[in-house]
């Protein structure tokens, strides 16, 4: 049996791994088709009568402070919350790899300079810098979100990259790809991706459900992606100041965004427990 | 002990540097105005902002921009806000002292709790106590802070009254209670954005905690200690937590990075008087020099936490020494 399948099959028994996983699958589906069937989560059909209204048959989960309709903004935000997780994740994931497998294979000064870039990028504060942009930079579209959310997220897999590449730098297989005329990239693709591949999907998965936070969190400030585009964290924002008398506008993102990243968090652990057997517990 | 000093100061004060040099070229690069934060849309006469703009020296050149805030910074002025008309230095420090507050305690709390659960659960792995003990923490580790913390508000503030949910002290009765009363009408005021900010992260503490307990439970020195008829609790406490505390200590020097981030969206939900309240502030307001300052500061105490963290790995583990 090959290992891929040992854990398939490890993943399978695991059940809080598969609650995680079909929760995600859910999710993913609710994010594609959900916005198909729901109204305009932009529309106000009645300022006045329609504000912080509680559910009902017309609004299931109520209406917030613009009379828009909760259930509609919470399926529609679940796009943005999912693509700049998920998208953010592969991304960080990809410049990790590119960097650590550079610095591994090349040559002692150049795998110097890198690592000591990375030292110095990991001790910087990174909300403070997405703070800082998107402080000046309003109304960033998601794809910039997502795409410097990864660009400061990736230092770590970096670091765990380059240390799979230096243990396999000096095995037989390398040597004999090289003596047989391999060059770096080759090399990289054909000989040490395999052996990367469960630590990289391992590192992702556990990512995705910070980068959600992190992204709900930039975007309850009103950062990021533009109001009145519902996201998770820019609905909270809305519910803030009618807790009290209308808590459904803050709870339901607020459910969504912990159930999504439980749900992420358990695939997470899961696919560790079963891709790397000596770290399960 | 003083070479490993000099290196990490040394490298503390790069990646600072670092943090000053990347934040104020994104800052000034990024699309947008400064000082329209709240007045955008708003029509104010070009001239005006003209005046302005050369008041700061906003229309010069970025890189003599740089030069001059860089030369500033050796003389120790963090330049001026452009809102509060008032020493960057000021505000800042002003704020750090009610930041350090309320992080240091919650990171104590949220250490503590951490490292507890973490143990209760690797002495028992696979039990209920683990299996319940492990739900709370996946959901706590999976919850937004700023969520949490309106929930706190609305439950122990707003609905049952039992705490104060705004500001650091209570402005009515605060300057005339004994000094005993005032500790505790601060400590009133802390208990809410504290635990917000100590509750996810002691989950992720007693995540991290178990796991590298349950390692350590594995090794040859626990089955040694056993097999001398140690009791369980001892070989618990005494061998295998020891050697499994030195990866969370890094890991909560580690943290400070997280307790800042917190503390922008805890403590405007609270009304703390921090250094999270003067970013948030300063993001609005678009207030360069604030936005500069606070990253500035941030990055020294990430860079302090960092080293923290190393000397108390030091201290607790005898086989780690730092003068490699």
Not at chain 1, 1 to 23: K, T
Not at chain 1, 82 to 107: D, E, H, K, S
Not at chain 2, 154 to 183: C, E, K, N, Y
Request: without cysteine.
């Amino acid at each position: 049996m090959s290992p891929w399948r040992r854990a398939a099959r490890r993943f399978a028994r695991n059940r809080g791994a598969m609650a995680g996983a079909v929760i995600v699958a859910a999710l993913v589906v609710v994010a594609l088709v959900g916005p198909l069937l729901t109204p305009d989560p932009l529309a106000q059909p009645d300022p006045v009568r329609l504000q912080d209204r509680p559910p009902s048959a017309a609004h299931w989960l109520g209406t917030d402070p613009f009379s828009r309709d909760v259930l509609s903004r919470t399926v529609n935000a679940a796009r943005v919350s999912l693509g700049v997780g998920l998208g953010a994740a592969l991304l960080a994931m990809t410049l990790g790899a590119g960097v650590g497998l550079a610095a591994g294979l090349a040559g002692p000064r150049t795998d110097q300079l890198l690592m000591r870039g990375v030292d110095v990028a990991m001790a910087m504060p990174r909300i403070f810098f997405l703070l800082a942009v998107f402080a000046v930079w309003r109304g960033a579209p998601a794809a910039a979100v997502l795409v410097l959310i990864a660009a400061t997220g990736w230092f770590q897999t970096s670091r765990i990259v380059r240390a799979v590449v230096l243990s396999l730098r000096e095995s037989d297989f390398v040597a004999a790809a090289r003596a047989l005329g391999e060059r770096g990239p080759g090399i990289a693709r054909r000989h040490l991706l395999p052996h990367l591949a469960a630590p990289l999907i391992v590192s992702a998965s556990l990512d995705v459900g910070n980068i959600i936070l992190l992204e709900a969190g930039l975007s309850y400030l009103g950062l990021g992606v533009r109001p009145p585009a519902p996201t998770w964290g820019n609905m909270i924002m809305d519910g803030k100041d009618v807790l009290l008398s209308a808590p459904w506008i803050a709870l339901a993102p607020g459910i969504a965004l912990v159930l999504t990243v439980v749900a992420f968090n358990l695939a997470g652990d899961g696919l560790r427990d079963a891709l790397d057997p000596r770290a399960a517990a | 002990m003083l070479r490993f000093l000099a290196r990490r100061l040394l490298f503390a004060a790069v990646s600072v540097a670092a943090v000053v040099l990347f934040t104020f070229l994104l800052v000034h690069l990024a699309p947008g105005e400064p000082m329209l934060g709240s007045a955008e849309g708003a029509r104010v006469a070009p001239a005006v902002l003209a005046r302005q703009r050369a008041l700061f020296g906003l229309d010069r050149p970025l890189p003599e921009q740089l030069a001059r805030y860089a030369a500033n910074l050796l003389h120790g002025r963090l330049g001026q806000s452009f809102v509060l008309h008032r020493p960057v230095a000021d505000v800042i420090g002003a704020a750090l002292g009610p930041t350090l507050l309320l992080g240091g305690v919650a990171l104590l709390v949220s250490l503590l709790v951490g490292v507890a659960v973490g143990a209760a659960q690797a002495a028992r792995p696979r039990s209920a106590t683990d299996t319940l003990l492990g739900v709370g923490t996946l959901v706590l580790y999976s919850v937004p802070v700023f969520w949490l913390g309106l929930m706190l508000l609305l439950v122990f503030g707003q609905a049952l009254h039992w705490l104060p949910v705004a500001g650091m002290t209570d402005p009515a009765i605060h300057d005339a209670l004994s000094p005993l009363g005032r500790v505790v009408d601060v400590a009133r005021h802390l208990v809410l954005p504290a635990a917000s900010l100590a509750l996810v992260q002691a989950a992720a503490f007693a995540r991290f905690q178990r796991s590298t307990l349950l390692e350590s439970l594995g090794g040859e020195f626990i089955r040694a200690a056993r097999a001398k008829g140690l009791p369980e609790r001892w070989v618990l406490l005494r061998h295998a937590l020891r050697g499994a505390l030195a990866p969370t200590l890094t890991l909560a020097g580690l943290s400070v990075p997280y307790f800042l981030a917190g503390s922008v969206l805890v403590e405007s939900i609270f009304g703390w008087p921090g250094l999270g309240r003067v970013t948030y502030d300063a993001i609005f307001a678009r207030d360069y020099n604030v936005i500069v300052g606070t990253a500035l500061v941030a990055g020294v105490l990430v860079a302090l936490g960092n080293l923290l963290a190393d000397l108390a790995v030091a201290a607790a583990d005898p086989r780690v020494r730092l003068d490699r």
